[in-house]
């Protein structure tokens, strides 16, 4: 079914009783030529570009809950390509191409929308480092502009310019940054995918892999065993624990992250708006309400609830730039499982088992990646080889010697 807004018009008149369900609900095949493990957004959006990108269709997804259960469903919508290093920034710039036609392409709503990011600077060396990073966005074609304190005081003159600590001393602006919403993207290319012909199987937990001679040839779940021709992993915040099922250990550590809503407010918030002296990022819903997060929880955990210090460290970021937000009710706060790579960097990349393939380390960035990380790795299984925007994302840079370390942080996830 095409949606329309002459079919909102006529369902609406008719009772809306024409509508019909987004996907099927397929009980799996004995075997597929692509069983892509994961329903989350990344997941769904690798299966998607398999089907109409590369004329992939005997394709599954097979996911262990509902789709959008997973960090899709949990994150706080930013999406943005104002990374620095080479390894990174073209990837993300394909990512922001590809949201900014995706609705058209879906023919799905998931309310893109570029309000665009600021990121703030809060002492000198810091603005150079910005300016730094906005030349190299230009370079590969993204946009940035370097705002001083009057340019953002014309679009926030509520932040705390003049904080003793933290004073606001300029900006990187990225107008085509902003908000996507979450669950309506992994909704979108679930349709997609299914118009493709790709089976989506919920409720069905991959519980180990078929690998026979150093070969992968399926996975054993919760709803039988399913062969497959390639294997492709993409489980986020359990990539460790799924990926020890093949016996893999990974460049990767489970942590929680939290995110956050407080009661609607008035419009006040133009984009996205970012801390640059610590951890906080905030944006505001088209119901009003301001959604912020922070750092991580900083211990490894599977767990998709966090703690109360966290809370308090975030809530001190928010009042460092912005202290009217401590007017603000707290609605609600929910948490979901990191996968941290060392770097703060992904992996795209076949694996050391000959047809299984993995995609994960996405760390608190993979919304953002999503089409860019689906298409990329929808290249890598139908070709063999690496899309050239992801060629860096490979699981042995480490022992290369040759890591993505965008902060330039060193390797502790809880840096990046
Ligand atoms: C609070 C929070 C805020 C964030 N904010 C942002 C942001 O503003 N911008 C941004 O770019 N990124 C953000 N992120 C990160 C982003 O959400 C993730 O990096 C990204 O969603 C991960 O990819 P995914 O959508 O495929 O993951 P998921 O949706 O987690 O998908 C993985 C799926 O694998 C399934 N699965 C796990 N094990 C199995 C198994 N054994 N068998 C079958 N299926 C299995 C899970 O059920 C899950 O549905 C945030 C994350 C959180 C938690």
Same mark, same amino acid.
């Given at each position: ?110 309310? #893109?929308?570029? /309000?665009?990011?600021?990121? !703030? ?7 150079? &480092? @910005? +300016?730094?990073? *906005? ?106 624990? #799924?990926?020890? /099922?093949?016996?893999?250990? !990974? ?7 939290? &995110? @956050? +809503?407080?009661? *609607? ?114 290249? !890598? ?36």
């Amino acid at each position: 079914m095409r949606y329309s807004a002459l079919k909102v018009l006529t369902q609406g008149l008719t009772g809306n009783k024409g509508w019909t369900p987004a996907w099927r609900e397929p009980e799996p095949k004995p075997a597929y030529d692509i069983v892509v493990v994961g329903g989350g957004g990344h997941g769904l959006a690798t299966a998607y570009y398999l089907a109409r990108e590369f004329g992939l269709h005997n394709v599954a997804v097979v996911e262990k809950g509902w789709l959008g259960s997973g960090n899709v469903g949990r994150n706080t919508t930013i999406v943005r390509s104002n990374y620095l290093l080479e390894g990174n920034q073209p990837f993300y710039e394909l990512s922001m191409k590809l949201w900014e036609g995706l609705e058209q392409e879906l023919n799905y709503n998931a309310m #893109v929308s570029q /309000r665009g990011i600021l990121n !703030l600077c809060h002492s000198d060396p810091q603005r150079d &480092a @910005f +300016v730094r990073r *906005g030349n190299s966005m230009r370079l590969s074609g993204a946009d940035a502009i370097i705002l001083d304190e009057a340019g953002i005081r014309e679009k926030c003159p509520y932040l705390d310019f003049d904080n003793a600590r933290f004073p606001i001393r300029g900006a990187i602006w990225q107008p085509r940054g902003g908000t996507v919403r979450h669950d309506a993207v992994a909704w979108g290319y679930a349709r997609g995918a299914d118009m493709g012909g790709v089976d989506i199987i919920q409720n069905c937990e991959v519980t180990g892999f078929r690998i026979e001679n150093g070969v992968c040839k399926g996975v054993e779940t919760s709803k039988g065993s399913i062969g497959a021709g390639k294997v492709a992993v993409c489980v986020a915040g359990s990539s460790s624990r #799924v990926m020890a /099922r093949a016996g893999m250990r !990974l460049p990767i550590e489970s942590h929680v992250l939290q &995110a @956050f +809503v407080t009661e *609607g407010l008035k419009p006040v918030i133009p984009g996205v708006i970012t801390f640059g002296a610590g951890h906080f990022y905030v944006s505001q819903s088209d119901k009003g309400g301001l959604v912020f997060g922070g750092d991580i929880d900083g211990y490894n955990t599977y767990a998709q609830r966090g703690n109360l210090p966290v809370v308090e460290d975030v809530c001190e970021g928010g009042m460092a730039i912005m202290p009217m937000i401590g007017r603000a009710r707290l609605l609600r706060m929910w948490g979901g499982v990191m996968d941290m790579s060392m770097d703060g960097s992904p992996f795209i990349d076949r694996t050391p088992v000959d047809g299984l393939y993995f995609n994960g380390g996405w760390c608190y960035g993979g919304f953002k990646a999503t089409p860019a990380s689906g298409y990329c790795y929808a290249h !890598l299984l139908a070709t063999g080889r690496p899309h050239e925007t992801a060629q860096h994302f490979r699981l042995d840079r480490f022992a290369r010697g040759a890591p993505i370390d965008e902060k330039g942080q060193g390797a502790q996830p809880n840096l990046h």
